[in-house]
C-alpha cells in the first residue's frame, strides 16, 4: 500500500473502531448488560471487525504487511451478514422471523444503528477500497461458513441450557429442531452466495486496477535492432586537390 493510501486508510479504520465501540456501549445503556449481549451473532461480528480494523489501522501506521485477505474478505462477509439479516429479516416487518422492535431511547437506538448499519457500511468501504485485490478465490466461500455453523451449534446448546435463543430462526423450542435445519439450510445457502459475490467483486476490482496494493509500471521492452539510433560516424575528409 502506498503511503498516500495508508493516510486514507488509517481515519477510515479508527472510525471503525469507535463505531463498534459506541455501538456496543451505548447498546449496554439499556436494558441489556455486556455479558448478556455476547451471545449475540451481532456483537460477535462486530468485535471481530474493530479488532481486526484496530490491527489493519496499525500495519499501515507502521508501514507492514495487511492482514491475510481470506481472513479480512471472512470479517467483512460476517458484519455484511449481520447488518443484512437485521434489516431484511429481523426489523422487516413482512419477514415471517421479524423481532418486534421496542421503543429505544435515544443512546440505545444509536447504539443499535452503528452496530447494525454503520458498522457494517464502513468495513465494507474499507474492504473495498484497501484491501489487496485477486486473492480472493471462490472455494473461501464455502470455508467462510464455519464460522456461521459453529454459531449455530452454540445457539443450539446454549439454548438447551437457559431456554433462551438470540434469534426467532433459531428457536428451537418454537420451531422445532427440524425448522431450524430448513431455516439453517436457507440461510447457509445465503451466506455462501453472499460470499461468492465478494470473490467476485474482488475479481472485478482487480480487473479493473483497482487495488490496495501499488502497481508498478509495466517495464518499457528493450529496444530492437532496428528501433536503435544509427551510430553517427565522423564525416570523412577528402584530400582536396592542388591546382
Known amino acids: 500500500m502506498t503511503p498516500r493510501r495508508r493516510r486514507l486508510a488509517i481515519p477510515l479504520r479508527l ?3 469507535l463505531a463498534v465501540v459506541a455501538g456496543v456501549v451505548l447498546t449496554a445503556l439499556g436494558p441489556a448488560t455486556v455479558t448478556g449481549l455476547l451471545p449475540y451473532f451481532t456483537i460477535q461480528s462486530n468485535v471481530a471487525v474493530g479488532v481486526l480494523a484496530g490491527y489493519a489501522a496499525w500495519c499501515a501506521l507502521r508501514g507492514r504487511a495487511e492482514p491475510p485477505s481470506v481472513l479480512k474478505g471472512a470479517v467483512t462477509l460476517y458484519i455484511t451478514i449481520t447488518g443484512t439479516v437485521y434489516h431484511l429479516v429481523l426489523a422487516n416487518p413482512a419477514s415471517p422471523f421479524a423481532m418486534a422492535q421496542p421503543d429505544r431511547q435515544p443512546g440505545e437506538w444509536w447504539g443499535n444503528q452503528f452496530l447494525h448499519t454503520v458498522v457494517p457500511l464502513l468495513a465494507v468501504a474499507d474492504w473495498a477500497l484497501f484491501d489487496r485485490r485477486g486473492r480472493l ?5 464455502a470455508w467462510w461458513l464455519a464460522f456461521p455453523l459453529a454459531y449455530l451449534g452454540f445457539a443450539l446448546v446454549r439454548g438447551l441450557v437457559v431456554d433462551r435463543y438470540p434469534y426467532p430462526f433459531l428457536d428451537a423450542g418454537r420451531l422445532g429442531y427440524d425448522g431450524v435445519a430448513v431455516s439453517a439450510v436457507g440461510f447457509a445457502l445465503a451466506f455462501w452466495l453472499l460470499g461468492l459475490l465478494f470473490v467476485g467483486v474482488d475479481r472485478l476490482l482487480a480487473r479493473t486496477g483497482r487495488s490496495g496494493a501499488p502497481q ?3 517495464a518499457a521492452p528493450p529496444p530492437t535492432p532496428a528501433d536503435s539510433p544509427a ?4 564525416a570523412s575528409r577528402e584530400p582536396t586537390g592542388s591546382g
Not at 137 to 141: K, Q, V, W
Open 231 to 234: 551510430p553517427i560516424r565522423p
Open 216 to 218: 508498478s509500471p509495466p
Open 137 to 141: 478465490r471462490p472455494r473461501y466461500a
Open 15 to 17: 472510525a471503525v473502531v
